[in-house]
Nanobody
C-alpha cells in the first residue's frame, strides 16, 4: 500500500519560513517523480514544485526563487523549503507521486498517481 504522509505545516508570519516534509512508502521511491501542490478554499489545486527521480526541479510561476524542493532517496522523503512566505500562501499543501516511467510533465495534478492527506500552512499578516 502506497502512503504519502506530509508534516511540517503550521502558522507562520508573512516573510517567515517553513519546511514541509513528505514520507513516501509502499513502492520504490527512486522510480517516482514527486510534486507539491497547494489548495486554498474555493480554488483549484495549484502546482508549487516538482522534482524528477533524477532530481531535475521545476517550480510554479509564483515561487520566484523563494522555495526549494529536494529529495532524499535513501530516506524516501521529499521536502519543500519555503522562504519569504506571503499571506496569499495560506493553503493545504499536498505531496504527490507520479511514476517516472510514464513520462510527461509534473505541473498538472491529474498526472499524479498518489497523494498525501495534506498539511495546513497559514501565513498571517
Amino acid at each position: 500500500q502506497v502512503q504519502l504522509v506530509e508534516s511540517g505545516g503550521g502558522l507562520v508570519e508573512a516573510g517567515g519560513s517553513l519546511t514541509l516534509s513528505c514520507a513516501f512508502s509502499g513502492v520504490d521511491f527512486n522510480n517516482y517523480n514527486m510534486g507539491w501542490f497547494r489548495q486554498a478554499p474555493g480554488l483549484e489545486r495549484e502546482f508549487v514544485a516538482g522534482i524528477q527521480w533524477h532530481s531535475q526541479r521545476y517550480y510554479g510561476n509564483f515561487v520566484n526563487d523563494r522555495f526549494t524542493i529536494d529529495r532524499d532517496n535513501a530516506k524516501n522523503t521529499v521536502t519543500l523549503q519555503m522562504n519569504n512566505l506571503k499571506v496569499g500562501g495560506s493553503a493545504v499543501y499536498y505531496c504527490a507521486g507520479k511514476e517516472g516511467a510514464r513520462g510527461g510533465g509534473l505541473r498538472t495534478a491529474d498526472e499524479y498517481d498518489y497523494w498525501g492527506q495534506g498539511t495546513q500552512v497559514t501565513v498571517s499578516s
